[in-house]
Nanobody
Framework: QVQVVESGGGLVQDGGSLRLSCAASGRTFSTYAMRWFRQAPGKEREFVAVISWRHTTNYADSVKGRFTISRDNAKNTVYLQMNSLKPEDTAIYYC??????????WGQGTQVTVSS
């Protein structure tokens, strides 16, 4: 069982920045593919970003150039730096840990609200 805990959400003004953190348990964190998803009110959950165990990254078109995903394997933590935030980025942000040969483990989410 892998525990995933997100933090760093909050209220920010249009154009502001936030950094989300996601801590995952396990001695093999460096092998996990870590992803961020988000779900806005009344909308389906959508992919935001991923970082592989090789530190390869990929982003949704809606966040490219504004969001950056990174990881610190020594701290079992992945980050999502969010810049130039827009009201449409308002959502609950979820982190997942993709464990090789096992399940994807989800956190409880952290709320991000961008005011106009």
């Amino acid at each position: 069982q892998v525990q995933v805990v997100e933090s760093g959400g909050g209220l920010v003004q249009d154009g502001g920045s936030l950094r989300l953190s996601c801590a995952a348990s396990g001695r093999t964190f460096s092998t996990y593919a870590m992803r961020w998803f988000r779900q806005a009110p009344g909308k389906e959950r959508e992919f935001v970003a991923v970082i592989s165990w090789r530190h390869t990254t990929n982003y949704a078109d809606s966040v490219k150039g504004r969001f950056t995903i990174s990881r610190d394997n020594a701290k079992n933590t992945v980050y999502l730096q969010m810049n130039s935030l827009k009201p449409e980025d308002t959502a609950i942000y979820y982190c997942t840990a993709g464990v090789p040969g096992s399940l994807d483990y989800w956190g409880q989410g952290t709320q991000v609200t961008v005011s106009s």
